[in-house]
Each structure stands twice: as C-alpha cells, then as structure tokens.
C-alpha cells in the first residue's frame, strides 16, 4: 500500500479483524474462499509494511527481494485464480456455473503467464514519491491483453452470480481499480490494492445476508416439518 509502513501495518490489522468477523458468518464450506478474502487483502498490507521498513536498508536487500515476490505472487497469481474460483463454490445455478468455470479458466491462463514471467524476467521493488513502485520487465506485447484478461478474471464473476448484491462487490472492485489506473499508473500493483481493500467491507456484508438467508432458510424447514407432523 501507498503511503507508509504504519499505514500498511494499520491496514494489516483491519483487514484481519475483518476477515476474523467475515470467517464467524461461514454456514458451509464452500464460503471459506469467499470469507477469506480479507484476509489475503491483509497479507499483502503486511508484507509491503516489511517492505517499506526494508528498502531504505541496503543490507536487508535479501529481505527485500523474497518479500517482493511474495507479494506479487499474491497480487498476480493467487488473486487471478482466487477470486473465481471463489465465486463458482458459492454458484448454484448450474448455467452461471458454467460461465463462472469460464472464468475460472482465463484466471488459470493469466496466472500461469505470470508465474513464467515472474521467475524469467527481473522485478523489483523501490519507495518512490511515497509509493512502492514494483518494476517489472515483463514483455510489452502482453501487457494490454493480459491486463484485460487479468480484470476479467478478478472483475467478472460477482458480476455473473446468483447471490443478490454480489454485482455491488464487482463494481467496487472496478472502480477501484479505475481510479487507480487513472491517477496512479506507475504504481498500479500497489495502490490499486490499497483501494480494493474496501471490497473487505463488501465481503463482510456480503457473508452477513448470506448468513441471514441460510438462517430463513433453516426456520422454514423447520417449520415444514413441524407442520408435517
């Protein structure tokens, strides 16, 4: 995240004791991926917290470069599966489910593409402007395409669920990473995650009615079999 080590660190926290409340609403074992997400949010908070404290010090360059690949694997090969993946275990309705493994197969090519890049080209990370900037050599001629197929699959999928109010998850994701894009290109893979962040609050209120609809659901069961007695 932008802005300091206390900042990230602050986040870190938050983050967590969001993930903590989204994880207590899980009803089923198919929403652990979903609820989870904040969590994943607060990792990468923490390790560019690491980040910020270790740049400034030539001698803890080993330092600096595992954490660095720590966090962009979370950012460009966890997330781009993670986020489909997630949805399609949430989806019932066997057509959007079709289309959500869809996604789940561009997010598995994205991710597979930037795990080769990742590991043959050199990336590294630098405070600049009270920033991390992440600079990766990676090749040009992937660069639109991927990125368009990188947003689908982290942006789509709410879009394409049956859980009401899951479109709200994909329209904050994407205006947050429309903002981003905007007024802080050079540092996209930072920043951008800062203010997905928000979304943690999205998934929190997304498990609550999630919560609330399985405990109706349980109370009219209960209440036809009473009835049928």
Same mark, same amino acid.
């Given at each position: 995240?932008?802005? !300091?080590? #206390?900042?990230?660190?602050?986040?870190?926290?938050?983050?967590?004791?969001?993930?903590?409340?989204?994880?207590?609403?899980?009803?089923?074992?198919?929403?652990?991926?979903?609820?989870?997400?904040?969590?994943?949010?607060?990792?990468?908070?923490?390790?560019?917290?690491?980040?910020?404290?270790?740049?400034?010090?030539?001698?803890?360059?080993?330092?600096?470069?595992?954490?660095?690949?720590?966090?962009?694997?979370?950012?460009?090969?966890?997330?781009?599966?993670?986020?489909?993946?997630?949805?399609?275990?949430?989806?019932?309705?066997?057509?959007?489910?079709?289309?959500?493994?869809?996604?789940?197969?561009?997010?598995?090519?994205?991710?597979?593409?930037?795990?080769?890049?990742?590991?043959?080209?050199?990336?590294?990370?630098?405070?600049?402007?009270?920033?991390?900037?992440?600079?990766?050599?990676?090749?040009?001629?992937?660069?639109?395409?991927?990125?368009?197929?990188?947003?689908?699959?982290?942006?789509?999928?709410?879009?394409?669920?049956?859980?009401?109010?899951?479109?709200?998850?994909?329209?904050? @994701?994407?205006?947050?990473?429309?903002?981003? #894009?905007?007024?802080?290109?050079?540092?996209? @893979? !930072?920043?951008?995650?800062?203010?997905?962040?928000?979304? !943690?609050?999205?998934?929190?209120?997304?498990?609550?009615?999630?919560?609330?609809?399985?405990?109706?659901?349980?109370?009219?069961?209960?209440?036809?079999?009473?009835?049928?007695?």
């Amino acid at each position: 995240m932008c802005f !300091s080590a #206390t900042a990230s660190f602050s986040a870190c926290i938050v983050l967590s004791v969001i993930g903590v409340t989204s994880i207590k609403k899980v009803r089923h074992p198919s929403q652990i991926m979903f609820a989870a997400i904040p969590f994943i949010f607060a990792i990468q908070q923490g390790a560019e917290g690491i980040l910020w404290l270790s740049l400034p010090r030539g001698e803890l360059l080993y330092l600096q470069e595992s954490i660095t690949y720590f966090y962009l694997i979370i950012a460009q090969i966890i997330w781009p599966i993670w986020v489909p993946v997630a949805l399609l275990l949430l989806e019932k309705e066997q057509s959007r489910r079709e289309f959500q493994r869809i996604l789940v197969g561009i997010g598995i090519l994205v991710s597979a593409y930037l795990t080769y890049c990742l590991f043959h080209f050199k990336v590294q990370s630098e405070i600049d402007c009270y920033h991390i900037a992440y600079i990766q050599t990676y090749p040009e001629t992937f660069r639109v395409f991927g990125g368009i197929l990188y947003i689908t699959a982290t942006i789509l999928p709410p879009f394409f669920s049956h859980i009401r109010h899951m479109w709200l998850l994909g329209v904050t @994701v994407l205006i947050s990473y429309l903002v981003t #894009t905007v007024f802080y290109e050079n540092y996209l @893979v !930072s920043v951008w995650c800062f203010f997905a962040s928000v979304i !943690s609050m999205s998934v929190y209120w997304i498990m609550s009615n999630i919560s609330i609809s399985h405990r109706q659901y349980r109370y009219e069961l209960e209440l036809i079999a009473k009835n049928q007695k």
